[in-house]
């Protein structure tokens, strides 16, 4: 079977093109940009770089919070189906800026801690972390279910 170069090369472009568009397509995190992003649900500039958390859908919708009782309170809202979050993220007090998977981040809860929107909840990366401002806050340890329970 014989196959004509010139007839061939609009198939060979239309499937390289394909390819690059699925594989540019990647569902991920945004950083958040302190002092210009708004928090999806109270509408707020995310200023705090100790606080928030960022829901990511399946087809790449990013949602930011400027705290995590926003963010819970939005997951709760049905405006997505909650098994449509792929990235279910929240900012490390003890490493301000970055990122933690919410589902095995740990949380302490103290009246001593001063989030934009009155949550007095902190993330940690660590157990080891957490414990530490536990201790000094007084505070009290949650899982991510006891957090998102908290904001229902």
């Known amino acids: 079977m014989r196959v004509n170069l010139l007839e061939a090369i609009p198939k060979i472009l239309a499937t390289a093109s394909l390819l690059l568009a699925v594989a540019s397509c990647q569902v991920k995190p945004e950083p958040i940009r302190f002092g210009n992003d708004t928090c999806h649900f109270c509408k707020m500039t995310i200023m705090d770089y100790k606080f928030g958390g960022e829901l990511v859908t399946k087809r790449g919708k990013v949602y930011k919070f400027d705290d995590i009782n926003c963010l819970a309170h939005f997951y709760h809202a049905d405006y997505e ?34 989030s934009p929107m009155a949550s007095e909840i902190a993330a940690f990366a660590d157990e080891a972390t957490m414990t530490k401002f536990k201790a000094q806050w007084g505070g009290i340890y949650l899982t991510w279910q006891e957090v998102l329970t908290q904001y229902k």
């Open 81 to 114: 189906p909650t098994e449509d979050f792929i990235h279910k993220l929240v900012i490390d007090y003890a490493n301000p800026g970055h990122f933690l998977e919410a589902e095995t981040a740990f949380y302490v809860k103290s009246d001593r801690i001063r």
